[in-house]
T-cell receptor, first 114, second 114 residues
């Protein structure tokens, strides 16, 4: 089966600009996650979707970050305006309803904010 | 709230030597525990997981881990390391006894010397 797809793989922007990341999970996976991984740290959950609904966005900085999953399939994460501290790798993961034991991760988008 | 500590930021071993990566967790109930590996520019790949039962779990690529409740540990081991094992390794604990929300440690970078 195809894996989790993410694009772009790399993005460089200046602070105060906006940026968007796209994720297409594995077909049939109802739950989708966005993680932020700062250099030298483990991934930190930003938001969790179940189909097209938000399950948990308690760690999403909502003043500048937003995410949507309109049709319950692919998802977009947006940052507006970006800050220097947003430089990180943004990982998308998905999990199936049946295989409740493994999150499958995409390759990530590396964001550099100058 | 759950937490994971990986006390070793960086470990260097020679090819063919044995390996043990440490992981300590904090969680009030029976934890779901995971080890993931991340190669440069790649997403996270699951090595193994513990949910219940036998406390010694086998994973892919010759890795194993042992769950020790009394020590709140889930250390990863491999008897003979290969150069291709050089990567970053993350231990994670599942919230609410599931894989649906993971808390990751800060990772251990493994370098393998020829």
């Amino acid at each position: 089966e195809a894996g989790v797809a993410q694009s772009p793989r790399y993005k460089i922007i200046e602070k105060r600009q906006s940026v968007a990341f796209w994720c297409n999970p594995i077909s049939g996976h109802a739950t989708l996650y966005w993680y932020q991984q700062i250099l030298g740290q483990g991934p930190k959950l930003l938001i969790q979707f179940q189909n097209n609904g938000v399950v948990d966005d308690s760690q999403l900085p909502k003043d500048r970050f937003s995410a949507e999953r309109l049709k319950g399939v692919d998802s977009t994460l947006k940052i507006q305006p970006a800050k220097l501290e947003d430089s990180a790798v943004y990982l998308c993961a998905s999990i199936s309803r049946d295989r409740d034991n493994e999150q499958f991760f995409g390759p990530g988008t590396r964001l550099t904010v100058l | 709230a759950q937490s994971v500590t990986q006390p070793d930021i960086h470990i260097t071993v020679s090819e063919g030597a044995s390996l043990e990566l440490r992981c300590n967790y904090s969680y009030g109930a029976t934890p779901y525990l995971f080890w993931y590996v991340q190669s440069p520019g790649q997403g996270l790949q699951l090595l193994l997981k513990y949910f219940s039962g036998d406390t010694l779990v086998q994973g892919i690529k010759g890795f194993e881990a042992e769950f020790k409740r009394s020590q709140s540990s889930f250390n990863l081991r491999k008897p003979s390391v290969h150069w291709s094992d050089a990567a970053e390794y993350f231990c994670a604990v599942g919230a609410s006894g599931s894989a649906r929300q993971l808390t990751f440690g800060s990772g251990t970078q493994l370098t393998v010397l020829p």
